[in-house]
T-cell receptor
Framework: DAKTTQPTSMDCAEGRAANLPCNHS???????VYWYRQIHSQGPQYIIH???NNETNEMASLIITEDRKSSTLILPHATLRDTAVYYC????????????FGKGITLSVRP | EAQVTQNPRYLITVTGKKLTVTCSQN?????MSWYRQDPGLGLRQIYY???????DKGDVPEGYKVSRKEKRNFPLILESPSPNQTSLYFC????????????FGQGTRLTVV
């Protein structure tokens, strides 16, 4: 699976949009971009995933560049409860649907 | 409600005393896996199972066993726990393939003294 690079941390003000970047320059054509988050030491929570088109759900939007080498997770109106570690993961569709977690980015939402 | 249930949530045990951490999912998922999370090392896969009676090693399988006798259950067995297995453990399940969402349990914090 391709590796991802994320900043270590970022913060944003409550109510503002949080834009979390991710680089995955070695991504292959059949690999998806996934985002999970982990609040404190709870189990990771799925947010969104995509292949090449932009995706939106009730939690977030995922913007994938045309060359697929980077993506941005957008939380449109961040709240204090969005403070968490966010993991960008590139995942192939092979037999072992393993999620390879990196260090993620720590998002701190300030009041 | 779709969920992955792990038990126990917290466990303190002594070196060498066999233990089992249970994992159950109610989504009829084929794929289940176990991860451990350690400070500075992130989440690492221990074992996975692609279906009943089909299991395979992940990245850090030493000291662990698993079984998959039923689709919904995937217990993690530590035959002779050691202090270096002190960790936070997560079970996950999903449908097979790369285009599916994985659901995680709430975690089991294990301390081996």
């Amino acid at each position: 699976d391709a590796k991802t690079t994320q900043p270590t941390s970022m913060d944003c003000a409550e109510g503002r949009a949080a834009n979390l970047p991710c680089n995955h320059s070695t991504i292959s054509g059949n690999e998806y971009v996934y985002w999970y988050r982990q609040i404190h030491s709870q189990g990771p929570q799925y947010i969104i995933h995509g292949l090449k088109n932009n995706e939106t759900n009730e939690m977030a939007s995922l913007i994938i560049t045309e060359d697929r080498k980077s993506s941005t997770l957008i939380l449109p109106h961040a709240t204090l409860r969005d403070t968490a570690v966010y993991y960008c993961i590139v995942r192939a569709g092979g037999a072992n649907s393993k999620l390879t977690f990196g260090k993620g980015i720590t998002l701190s939402v300030r009041p | 409600e779709a969920q992955v249930t792990q038990n126990p949530r917290y466990l303190i045990t002594v070196t060498g005393k066999k233990l089992t951490v249970t994992c159950s999912q109610n989504m009829n998922h084929e794929y289940m896996s176990w991860y451990r999370q350690d400070p500075g090392l992130g989440l690492r896969q221990i074992y996975y199972s692609m279906n009943v009676e089909v299991t395979d090693k992940g990245d850090v399988p030493e000291g662990y066993k698993v079984s998959r006798k039923e689709k919904r259950n995937f217990p993690l067995i530590l035959e002779s726990p050691s202090p270096n297995q002190t960790s936070l453990y997560f079970c996950a399940s999903s449908s097979r393939g790369g285009n599916t969402e994985a659901f995680f349990g709430q975690g089991t914090r294990l301390t081996v003294v």
